[in-house]
């Protein structure tokens, strides 16, 4: 709209907000809010001190308490904080307070404007069942459903047509969802989800919906203004998930043609307008493979993949909440939003796919992200930055635009190849992977394609790591090490000169060794590797980064040391290195060897977390593979199993209770 026009609509404006999140969302809205000419007051927990939201806005307030429930769930506290400073406004993000009708209405009641959705919105809307009934009351179709506690819910079974989904009703985000396969293994699936439910969202009720084992997810994007307009921005494919969580998604949906568009957009704006929703909500759906689509839920907030719309309808989804809550018309009409291009989101999460995406915490020493157009990078970590095991794995998002889908994922299979995260485990690999694969090239995908095929995905990536010429990261790690002779006071470099002529040492790649022999040559150096000859040459040197031309051929490496290997990064894949030139490197040997054999009876925590649930007791026989323990780390549920037969000699935790890395859980003997 041109200045004239925006004239004579009377706007408002807000000063200053306050975001009540953490995190890369609560980035977004301070960029948001800074774009717009507001404000912005952040809140931080003590383990998010050096998160970029609290250097990014423009006053930060420490949050006292060290649990969730004392620090971003504390209503009362936030409430004050943006009374205090000043703030106008309260922006939930995603997560955490944004659904809490109780929290929408604290913040009006305090004379604050809530950025979101009514609290009668939320009510509505927010509860699985409810919302289940008045969706369908509209003549929307929905999945067959169950709603109760575990007894009750027991006692409808012989009405279930199986498989059923089995989830909480006040839940979100993937939590608190248990497949179903057979009337014999509901019961521990209502107690999974019960536990997971109590846990994340403090209600136990369940409801039990039809399971469709090859569905497709499809959301709408909403936006509504107190005026009564209220508009879509098209949908997005958002069927890549892992545990139902969303990794991968896209837009517009490769799986929707023009027709099936018209109906779910309509739906969508359907629901909103009986409500009179007002702000950015979603409508999800089903879509089976008959091309018929089920209500599934409305998220009454902003989303995490929210970029991929914003990028192809050239809009700032964000911006337009503010522009909404301040009280302002929609500047858009339904007829000016069009779909342009295509755009990818992957999410990269601190969790190690290899090991059934158990979560990682700890410092990001290496994080380096390329700059290309029509890419963008939200996140709110940076080189140096400690991933917490308090929260959500969620480390960044990655957002790629192209003006066909082809073009789109080719850019996003660059991006991921380029991208540098060491120190802790990622999913960067794994989303190459993904990316990269005939499935998703093809869109023969499905939201349980992932976990069902998640053993052939992991050997399809090892297989692309172990096909690395691992000669040239023997190599890179030389020449690294070479270049930082005078910088170190551990190394033989000094002592042996550089370059020295016919120097021959072994390197070690992930437990390999190779024979490397040195000489110098009139255009760089000639590295004979198990007598395999490559020219090098340095194109460029900097910090972490080295850049080699090896036989004409440009390739980037990544070096970082540390006290006991050298982790050389290619391609997105980390290597360990050592060699018997470095001092502190020279023995590759773990030690370990045989380690198997010996019985292990002290069971012992990976990871920060808390303990949801023990399921033995001391004087019980368990036998190998057995679950002995269920935890909670970065809202993921881990499971504790059993390595060996053996009799339960004592459990030193209790269910509730807080663990910290390597604590004593449960101590094992062998059987008599």
Excluded at 214 to 233: L, S, Y
Excluded at 481 to 505: A, E, K, M
Excluded at 609 to 626: D, P, R
Aim: glycine share 6%; proline share 3%; hydrophobic share 40%.
């Amino acid at each position: 709209m041109q200045g004239t026009e925006l004239e004579t609509l009377n706007l408002k404006h807000f000063n200053k907000i306050l975001i009540a999140n953490r995190g890369e969302i609560a980035v977004r809205v301070i960029r948001a809010a800074q774009k717009s000419g507001i404000l912005t007051v952040a809140i931080y927990a003590d383990d998010d001190a050096d998160s970029l939201h609290v250097s990014l806005s423009d006053k930060a307030i420490r949050l006292p308490g060290r649990t969730l429930s004392e620090t971003y769930l504390n209503q009362e506290n936030i409430i004050q904080i943006a009374l205090k400073s000043g703030a106008e406004a309260i922006h939930p993000g995603y997560g955490f307070l944004s659904e809490n009708a109780g929290f929408a209405q604290r913040v009006a009641n305090a004379g604050l404007v809530f950025i979101g959705p009514t609290p009668e919105n939320i009510r509505l809307i927010g509860e699985k069942n409810q919302a289940l009934s008045y969706v369908k009351s509209l003549g929307i179709s929905i999945l067959p459903s169950f709603l109760g506690t575990v007894g009750e819910l027991l006692q409808q079974s012989s009405e279930m047509d199986f498989p059923v989904m089995v989830k909480a009703s006040g839940g979100g985000g993937g939590k608190g969802m248990v497949i179903c396969n057979s009337i014999d293994k509901l019961l521990p699936a209502l107690e999974m989800a019960e536990r997971q439910a109590m846990s994340y969202f403090g209600n136990e009720e369940l409801f039990i919906e039809k399971y469709l084992p090859h569905a497709r997810h499809i959301e709408v994007q909403i936006i509504a203004d107190q005026q009564g307009n209220t508009v879509h921005f098209f949908e997005r494919e958002c069927t890549i998930q892992r545990r139902f969580q969303k990794i991968i998604e896209e837009a517009p949906s490769p799986s929707v043609n023009n027709e099936l568009r018209s109906a779910l957009t309509s739906s969508a704006l359907k629901i909103a307008r009986s409500m009179n929703y007002l702000n950015a909500g979603t409508i999800e759906f089903l879509l089976d493979e008959n091309g018929h689509y089920y209500f599934l839920e409305m998220n009454t907030r902003i989303q995490v993949e929210h970029p991929v719309t914003e990028m192809i309808t050239k809009t700032d989804l964000v911006a337009l909440q503010l522009w909404i809550a301040a009280g302002n018309p929609l500047p858009v009409s339904q007829e000016k939003i069009k779909i342009s291009g295509h755009a990818f989101e992957v999410r990269l999460c601190a969790e190690d796919a290899e090991n059934n995406f158990k979560p990682s915490a700890g410092k990001l020493v290496l994080c380096k992200f390329p700059e290309y157009e029509n890419l963008r990078i939200e996140t709110y970590v940076k080189e140096g930055s400690f991933v917490s095991p308090n929260y959500d794995s969620l480390l960044a998002k990655l957002i790629t635009w192209g003006e066909t889908r082809n073009l789109a994922l080719r850019k996003m299979q660059q991006v991921l190849s380029e991208t540098v995260i060491s120190a802790i485990h990622t999913n960067l690999s794994f989303l190459a992977e993904l990316i990269d694969s005939e499935p998703i090239r093809l869109n023969s995908i499905y939201t349980r394609y992932v976990d069902e095929n998640l053993d052939q995905i992991n050997i399809r990536i090892q297989e692309k790591k172990q096909g690395l010429n691992k000669h040239q990261l023997a190599i890179a790690y030389l020449v690294y090490h070479l270049q930082q002779r005078n910088q170190t006071d551990h190394t033989v470099w000094n002592q042996i000169g550089y370059w020295r002529i016919c120097i021959l040492t072994e390197v070690w790649v992930d437990g390999e060794k190779f024979e490397v022999q040195i000489e110098s040559s009139p255009v760089g150096q000639l590295f004979i590797v198990n007598q395999e000859k490559y020219q090098v040459s340095v194109i460029n040197s900097c910090e972490n980064l080295l850049e080699l031309k090896i036989n004409q051929e440009s390739n980037m490496f990544d070096c970082l040391e540390n006290e006991v290997e050298t982790i050389v990064i290619n391609q997105g894949f980390q290597f360990s290195l050592r060699s018997n030139l470095l001092m502190k490197q020279v023995s590759v040997n773990s030690g370990n060897a045989g380690i198997d054999k010996v019985f292990q009876n002290l069971i012992c925590a990976d990871l920060f977390g808390k303990v949801l649930k023990i399921h033995v007791i001391a004087g019980e026989n368990v036998h190998i593979g057995q679950l002995l323990l269920t935890m909670e780390s970065m809202k993921t549920e881990i499971h504790v199993l059993c390595p060996a037969d053996a009799r339960v000699a004592k459990t030193h935790v209790k269910e509730g209770n807080a663990v910290v890395e390597k604590q004593l859980l449960i101590e094992l003997e062998e059987r008599k």
